[in-house]
């Protein structure tokens, strides 16, 4: 038997509207099912989730280039078609040419049903070789997916204790804005448990602060709330302190940065007579974006910290912290493993953990409820999970202590460490 011929490199694109310039000109789809493809697409970028949208149009574009590389026709394809891009996907379609995970074929071949569906063309994944296929590769490359490494509450605490001591001028003083922030995110994000999107879409208008000392966050739209009712989120008397610390210190360093930047307009003003006119043009122009960018943070709850090149100043507001196009909470995510890198939090070397990532804080005040008691239904409601399923297997390592032979490990005396 042939082996599988290896999966094309494909450059990536964030130009969503190029799906024309997939789906039209390529020979895998005839330009009558292309026709019917592309308002569907029109449709969900308008009405989907970002996240959704990002995997269907990387799927939909692998999978059609693979097809038009091996001369086969992408839209309608026959199962044989479909076994044997899923089968080079388990061969080395993940990443450096390892095989792909379960996951990632699964979520292949759910795409190449939704482009059959929206073509209004009969599914080739429902016939009985692919779903056999399918399984006989669940038993090759593992159901199972990788999870992030969940941050508990101590790993929250070591990390918050950190950011303080830097905060407080213990450190390099070119972090102290970025580890007052960090310090604010990290809290917040764990209180609440967001998602680093949610995260990132907040505003000052969002916080309030109650007569005990705690705080309600507004979170207008998530993941699983596209039609924006939005929801509350309680944060806790020490996260409100943290926040309230970032915000005195985002408006302070605003308006530095602003004032800064009117001062070096005037300074850079193009004259008439001046033999560096284009020189100062250009610049007035650079620094004239820059205002822009920085006028639109006015409202924005979290900014990017960094080195101003224009102004020459570290520890400067740069902008927002979302990052723009289809991962807006990148920096989230990136922020999350520097801060746990700092004080030795990388990974917990437990099987199917991955490393810390914008998921952490989930994933590890999932954990935390279900180890202080707390049933699946709260901790579901809690992290606005859709189902129990997530957070359920986010804790069952911590469920297996307290499972039927842990209790009876207890009551035969062999709980604690004893013999």
Same mark, same amino acid.
């Given at each position: 038997?042939?082996?599988?011929?290896?999966?094309?490199?494909?450059?990536?694109?964030?130009?969503?509207?190029?799906?024309?310039?997939?789906?039209?000109?390529?020979?895998?789809?005839?330009?009558?099912?292309?026709?019917?493809?592309?308002?569907?697409?029109?449709?969900?970028?308008?009405?989907?989730?970002?996240?959704?949208?990002?995997?269907?149009?990387?799927?939909?574009?692998?999978?059609?280039?693979?097809?038009?590389?091996?001369?086969?026709?992408?839209?309608?394809?026959?199962?044989?078609?479909?076994?044997?891009?899923?089968?080079?996907?388990?061969?080395?379609?993940?990443?450096?040419?390892?095989?792909?995970?379960?996951?990632?074929?699964?979520?292949?071949?759910?795409?190449?049903?939704?482009?059959?569906?929206?073509?209004?063309?009969?599914?080739?994944?429902?016939?009985?070789?692919?779903?056999?296929?399918?399984?006989?590769?669940?038993?090759?490359?593992?159901?199972?997916?990788?999870?992030?490494?969940?941050?508990?509450?101590?790993?929250?605490?070591?990390?918050?204790?950190?950011?303080?001591?830097?905060?407080?001028?213990?450190?390099?003083?070119?972090?102290?804005?970025?580890?007052?922030?960090?310090?604010?995110?990290?809290?917040?994000?764990?209180?609440?448990?967001?998602?680093?999107?949610?995260?990132?879409?907040?505003?000052?208008?969002?916080?309030?602060?109650?007569?005990?000392?705690?705080?309600?966050?507004?979170?207008?739209?998530?993941?699983?709330?596209?039609?924006?009712?939005?929801?509350?989120?309680?944060?806790?008397?020490?996260?409100?302190?943290?926040?309230?610390?970032?915000?005195?210190?985002?408006?302070?360093?605003?308006? %530095?940065?602003? /004032?800064? $930047?009117?001062?070096? @307009?005037?300074?850079? +003003?193009?004259? &008439? #007579?001046? =033999?560096?006119?284009?020189?100062?043009?250009?610049?007035?122009?650079?620094?004239?974006?820059?205002?822009?960018?920085?006028?639109?943070?006015?409202?924005?709850?979290?900014?990017?910290?960094?080195?101003?090149?224009?102004?020459?100043?570290?520890?400067?507001?740069?902008?927002?912290?979302?990052?723009?196009?289809?991962?807006?909470?990148?920096?989230?995510?990136?922020?999350?493993?520097?801060?746990?890198?700092?004080?030795?939090?990388?990974?917990?070397?437990?099987?199917?953990?991955?490393?810390?990532?914008?998921?952490?804080?989930?994933?590890?005040?999932?954990?935390?409820?279900?180890?202080?008691?707390?049933?699946?239904?709260?901790?579901?409601?809690?992290?606005?999970?859709?189902?129990?399923?997530?957070?359920?297997?986010?804790? %069952?390592?911590? /469920?297996? $202590?307290?499972?039927? @032979?842990?209790?009876? +490990?207890?009551? &035969? #005396?062999? =709980?604690?460490?004893?013999?």
């Amino acid at each position: 038997m042939t082996a599988p011929p290896h999966l094309p490199i494909l450059p990536a694109t964030r130009d969503a509207d190029a799906l024309d310039a997939t789906f039209l000109p390529h020979p895998p789809i005839a330009l009558a099912v292309a026709r019917r493809l592309v308002p569907w697409w029109r449709a969900l970028q308008r009405n989907a989730p970002a996240n959704t949208t990002r995997a269907l149009w990387a799927d939909a574009r692998h999978y059609i280039r693979w097809c038009a590389n091996q001369g086969r026709v992408a839209v309608p394809a026959g199962p044989e078609t479909v076994i044997a891009y899923l089968t080079v996907l388990a061969n080395d379609g993940g990443r450096d040419g390892q095989p792909a995970a379960y996951g990632t074929v699964a979520r292949r071949k759910s795409t190449i049903a939704a482009l059959h569906e929206a073509a209004g063309q009969p599914d080739p994944c429902r016939d009985r070789l692919v779903r056999l296929e399918m399984k006989g590769l669940a038993v090759r490359l593992g159901r199972r997916p990788a999870q992030a490494v969940g941050l508990r509450r101590d790993d929250v605490q070591e990390m918050l204790t950190a950011l303080d001591r830097i905060a407080d001028g213990s450190g390099d003083r070119a972090d102290e804005p970025a580890a007052v922030r960090d310090a604010a995110l990290i809290a917040v994000g764990y209180d609440t448990l967001r998602r680093r999107a949610e995260l990132v879409r907040l505003t000052i208008a969002d916080i309030q602060t109650e007569r005990d000392g705690s705080g309600r966050l507004f979170v207008a739209r998530s993941k699983t709330d596209q039609a924006g009712q939005g929801r509350w989120c309680w944060l806790g008397p020490d996260s409100m302190v943290r926040l309230q610390r970032w915000l005195r210190l985002r408006a302070l360093l605003l308006d %530095e940065a602003l /004032a800064e $930047g009117e001062r070096l @307009m005037r300074r850079c +003003a193009p004259s &008439q #007579g001046s =033999s560096n006119r284009f020189e100062n043009t250009a610049r007035h122009d650079r620094l004239l974006r820059r205002q822009a960018r920085l006028e639109a943070c006015r409202e924005v709850l979290w900014l990017q910290i960094g080195t101003d090149r224009l102004a020459r100043r570290t520890g400067a507001v740069l902008g927002p912290l979302a990052v723009a196009g289809p991962d807006p909470g990148k920096r989230v995510g990136e922020i999350f493993k520097a801060r746990a890198k700092a004080v030795g939090l990388e990974g917990s070397g437990v099987p199917g953990e991955g490393a810390v990532s914008g998921h952490s804080l989930r994933v590890g005040g999932a954990q935390d409820l279900l180890a202080a008691g707390f049933g699946l239904p709260a901790i579901q409601q809690a992290g606005d999970w859709t189902s129990p399923a997530m957070p359920a297997r986010y804790g %069952e390592r911590i /469920a297996a $202590g307290t499972g039927a @032979m842990a209790q009876l +490990a207890e009551k &035969q #005396g062999r =709980s604690g460490g004893k013999a």
